[in-house]
């Protein structure tokens, strides 16, 4: 028989024996009587020894049956049978997990999305319930969240937070959802046979399991395995078959990163038809905050096919910073909200870089600091607008500097950071900033080294004195990296001309990319990913005291490739997934004027700001729809962007034996468009016993004390 | 007949217990008992005027009642109930449960009996009666033939004194004990038997039955312990049995009743057997005040000596 704290069950056949300890201790505390008169003693005991030993007996017996059945009650037994429903109760707790991602918004042909058919079904099993029933109610789409997370009692209330659900544009979070019901079917008190989990859902491929072939997934299966062992399990299937939809699935930008509004930003776009039939051609329009650069037209589709568009618009184009591709696809589309695409352009916005200046000496800056700055900010000097915005701080003061408020930040010949500056760095980094290291005659190998930030192992230091003999240049062959490659194109060009006679030789780490080497076959330049950054070292300086770089036309051609690339990673890191969240570090002042989100929908709402040891960091999420959001630091306004999840476009459902072998767990399966519930939960619920087992304790107990007060004893 | 109060203390079981010697125990019982005495009825302590008679010749002048003379003329002369020399026995039960005393019991059953014993002895002394005593358990330890010499009390009191020191662990074998005992007296006697008759009841009514074939008076002091009457045990207890009867653990409260049933209907066998062969039955506790059992014993010895005594002239 299954308890529902088993653990008692142990306790309670232990306690059992406490009765047979206190007789036992009893008898072991007799008092011993010197005694004459034992004929008559014997006589009488004569008689009554038989019938004295089963009253014993039987009085010993009740109070092990007092205490064990107490116990069995408190571990709280159920059983599967419902014979006895009438007899013992059934309090039932339903736990409705809502799939509410992006492709529960299909539309079958009589438009009645697969969320409205869910919403129907969960009111339907919210009318099961009796008095004394619970409900709690979990939504999965984007990040899976408790809407009512503990057993309530009050359907209206239930019904009041169903009203307030509707799709969202994030995909489906299966085991966050199946998790949170288990943790509340866990915590319930309801016996594991009387509580049961609905899960109300099309079961698209992407998130169900439709792409698996490897058998149960692990995670998900985890989850699962754990829920079924606190509740039953069912799962209503309220997709729909033969649904047509054409989605956006890809938006990116390819090819070199722009780095001002006159360079091209090369943009591909792929439509999919995740239908069976095939779909004409469909119009759509591509926009660059909000102003319209292009239309598109795509040919006609066929079911399960793709087509791509690869075009570019420049900067002459727009000035904004966020590129939106919207398709119109038509009646036969089932899911509207994947037809809108969003991409975050470092184009037409500014690019803040930190250049930490490890030379400059009683407040003049170092020539690295200046060669650098002077070639990202070269307008400055002509009057025109440049994108960058160069922030100069000595190494003394550079931590100082809330770094979340750069895109990138320039390490130029500092000297040693030590194990705080490094941490800093590489938290900055981690969350999606931009790291450029140079070498310099300051640079503490062994610091840098330790710091376990660079994307190498800096060796030593090879070459000598600029008069030396000692000389290698840059290697033109191989260069794939989109950066350089346009320098490549032009190999007689300054870049691969120049000079260098100091050098740091450097072991790239696994995961890192050579970008350039000299042609001595070193690397030159090393990029490597750091959580959601990127971290660039240059083994030679950038100013004359290694080579004569600066005084080559490619100089400043190749300082702004290489910062505004890194700045691209920075900005790409600001796309998210609906459901996913904005986080940033902000400054103390930001703090205290507050951070605003700009969302999709036109709202303003305040984010939260929390600290850790680097300082403060703005919160905002999940993300519940898909669009531009602006986060407002101060006169600052950074653009993020949320779009919906790919996979959620394929709005064919798996089915049952696809999710046996994917959840690997014990489930019922039902048609959502059948509508039979009640028959089905009712074959899953189970029966409490504690009712009985309290009654049967409390006539034990009578009968007990009949029995004590009959042969005299003391209980 | 109830002894003055000042004297009633030492009567108390409780008072005697913590009077170590046997013999002042007795003389205090006695002496006690007597100074009540004076004060009521009780007949039967001297030599009693019975009756008038007219006077013939050879009687002696000195019974001639001239107070009655000079009223009538007539010469009658004083006729007495003669105290005969009673031959009392003291028979006391010196087996191992006689040895037993339950908690807050002033004595052991044999302690009291060896006390009342000795106050018999020596209030049938003071009265000229021979006395002797009898010590058994599984059969007759010591016998003291019955004497009337003055002296002859302390030498009872020894004996008694010895038993209640001594350490027997025989059981009570009463039967024999008296068949014994009957053929030893050769005198008609008073036997007061003192014992708690832990044996068959058959096997002590029959040996009664021996003593009284033999014209022996039998007084039947069975001496209980008062826990043994009343059983007031609580919870769960080993009893061990004394002279070897083994051990038993019960719940006391829950066989009380029965064990008390028991308990009556052997007291109600032996008093019925009594009964029936004229023979005094009477239960005592030790914690009964001695002067009971000397009262109980009086007047049966005055009872006996009023239906056996033949009229005599007094001295004659």
Not at chain 1, 669 to 693: C, M, N, P, R, Y
Request: proline content about 3%; charged content about 25%; overall charge negative.
């Amino acid at each position: 028989m299954p308890f529902v704290n088993p653990p008692m069950v142990w306790f309670a056949l232990g306690a059992m024996g406490v009765p047979v300890l206190i007789h036992l201790l009893n008898r072991r505390r007799y008092r011993r009587v010197d005694w004459a008169a034992m004929r008559f003693l014997e006589a009488a005991v004569s008689q009554r020894a038989r019938r004295l030993r089963i009253e014993h007996l039987l009085l010993l017996l009740m109070r092990m049956g007092v205490v064990g059945l107490f116990g069995i009650a408190v571990a709280r037994p159920f059983f599967p049978f419902s014979a006895l429903r009438s007899v013992v109760g059934s309090r039932v707790h339903r736990v409705l997990v809502i799939d509410d991602s992006l492709s529960m918004s299909a539309v079958d042909g009589g438009g009645v999305s697969r969320f409205d058919l869910a919403m129907l079904r969960a009111r339907e099993i919210l009318a099961l319930a009796d008095a004394g029933d619970a409900t709690s109610v979990v939504t999965m789409g984007g990040r899976a969240r408790a809407v009512v997370g503990h057993a309530a009692y009050d359907a209206r209330f239930v019904l009041e937070r169903l009203g307030t659900l509707s799709v969202t544009g994030g995909g489906t979070d299966v085991a966050g959802g199946l998790g949170l019901a288990w943790e509340i079917a866990r915590e319930s008190g309801f016996a594991p046979g009387s509580k049961v989990v609905f899960v109300l859902s099309d079961f698209a491929g992407a998130a169900w399991g439709g792409d698996a072939d490897v058998g149960v997934d692990e995670r998900v299966g985890s989850v699962a395995g754990g829920l079924v062992g606190y509740a039953s399990l069912v799962l209503v299937d309220v997709g729909g078959e033969g649904l047509s939809n054409v989605a956006i699935t890809r938006f990116e930008q390819v090819g070199t990163s722009p780095v001002s509004v006159e360079m091209p930003l090369r943009l591909e776009l792929t439509v999919s038809n995740l239908g069976v039939g095939w779909v004409d051609g469909v119009g759509g329009d591509v926009f660059a905050d909000d102003r319209l650069v292009r239309r598109l037209v795509v040919e006609g589709i066929e079911g399960g096919g793709a087509t791509t568009e690869r075009f570019a618009v420049s900067g002459g184009d727009f000035g904004g910073g966020v590129i939106h591709a919207k398709m119109r696809p038509g009646d036969r589309d089932a899911v509207a909200g994947d037809n809108d695409r969003y991409l975050a352009s470092p184009v037409g916005g500014t690019i803040d870089v930190l250049v930490v200046d490890g030379s400059g000496r009683f407040g003049v800056m170092g020539k690295a600091a200046r060669f650098l700055s002077t070639a990202l900010r070269p307008g400055e000097n002509r009057g025109v607008g440049e994108p960058f915005e160069v922030t100069v701080v000595s190494e003394a003061d550079w931590e100082r500097e809330v770094l979340g408020n750069f895109d990138v930040v320039v390490l130029c010949d500092v000297g040693s950071l030590g194990e705080s500056g490094w941490g800093g760095l590489g938290r900055y980094v981690a969350r999606g900033g931009g790291l450029i290291v140079v070498g310099g005659g300051r640079v503490d190998r062994a610091d840098y080294n330790e710091g376990g930030v660079l994307p190498v192992v800096i060796e030593d230091v090879v070459g000598g004195e600029s008069g030396g003999a000692f000389s290698v240049s840059f290697s033109g062959e191989g260069l794939e990296y989109p950066v350089l490659a346009d320098f490549a194109e032009v190999p007689e060009t300054g870049l691969f001309s120049t000079r260098v006679w100091r050098y740091f030789r450097s072991e790239p780490i696994e995961g890192s990319e050579v970008l350039l080497r000299f042609d001595d076959g070193v690397a030159a330049l090393v990029s490597g990913r750091l959580g959601e950054g990127v971290v660039c070292f240059f083994a030679t300086s950038v100013d004359m005291s290694w080579n004569n770089l600066p005084a080559k036309g490619d100089y400043v051609a190749l300082m702004v490739s290489l910062v505004s690339d890194v700045a691209w990673t920075a900005r790409g890191s600001r796309s998210r997934v609906v459901g996913g969240r904005i986080v940033r570090r902000v400054s103390a002042g930001d703090k205290l004027a507050g951070v605003d989100v700009e969302t999709p929908a036109g709202l303003v709402e305040r984010a939260s700001v929390g600290q850790d040891e680097d300082g403060f960091v703005m919160s905002y999420g999940p993300l519940e729809m898909a669009g531009r959001y602006a986060v407002r630091l101060g006169d600052r306004r950074i653009e993020y962007v949320a779009n919906v999840v790919g996979g959620e476009s394929d709005v064919a459902g798996v089915g049952e034996d696809a999710l046996k072998e994917w959840l690997g767990c014990a489930f019922s399966f039902l048609d959502g468009e059948d509508g039979v519930l009640e028959g089905k939960e009712s074959e899953s619920v189970t029966h409490e016993l504690w009712a009985i087992l309290l009654v049967g304790v409390v006539l034990l107990l009578v009968g007990e004390s009949w029995l004590a007060a009959r042969l005299g004893a003391s209980r | 007949m109830t002894p003055s109060g000042s004297y009633r203390q030492y009567l108390d079981p409780s008072v005697l217990s913590k009077i170590d010697a046997l013999e002042l125990r007795a003389r205090l019982v006695v002496e006690g008992y007597i100074t009540g005495a004076h004060r009521s009825p009780y007949r039967g302590l001297s030599i009693e005027f019975a009756d008038h008679r007219s006077y013939t010749p050879g009687d002696d002048v000195r019974h001639i009642d001239w107070k009655v003379y000079g009223r009538t003329d007539k010469f009658y002369v004083k006729e007495y109930e003669q105290q005969t020399n009673l031959n009392c026995v003291v028979l006391v039960d010196q087996s191992e449960s006689m040895r037993f005393a339950s908690d807050g019991a002033a004595m052991s059953k044999l302690a009291y009996s060896a006390c009342a014993g000795a106050a018999l002895g020596y209030l049938s002394i003071q009265q000229h009666d021979a006395v002797g005593l009898g010590l058994f358990d599984s059969s007759l330890r010591a016998f003291v033939k019955p004497s009337s010499h003055p002296g002859h009390w302390r030498v009872l009191v020894d004996e008694l004194d010895a038993a209640c020191r001594g350490g027997g662990d025989e059981r009570t074998s009463i039967k024999g004990v008296l068949f014994d005992l009957a053929e030893r007296l050769g005198r008609r006697s008073m036997v007061v038997i003192m014992s708690d008759l832990f044996d068959e009841a058959d096997d002590v009514l029959r040996g009664i039955q021996q003593l009284r074939y033999h014209n022996h008076e039998v007084i039947v002091c069975h001496v209980w312990d008062p826990a043994e009457l009343r059983f007031p045990f609580v919870g769960p207890t080993e009893f061990r049995g004394l002279e070897g009867a083994g051990r038993l653990m019960t719940q006391p409260q829950g066989i009380r009743s029965r064990y008390l049933e028991e308990v009556d209907r052997f007291v109600t066998r032996l008093r019925r057997g009594c009964r029936k062969m004229q023979t005094d039955y009477v239960v005592y506790d030790t914690s009964t005040p001695l002067d009971v059992t000397l009262s109980a014993y009086l007047a049966n010895r005055s009872l006996r000596i009023r239906q056996r005594s033949s009229r005599v002239l007094g001295g004659g």
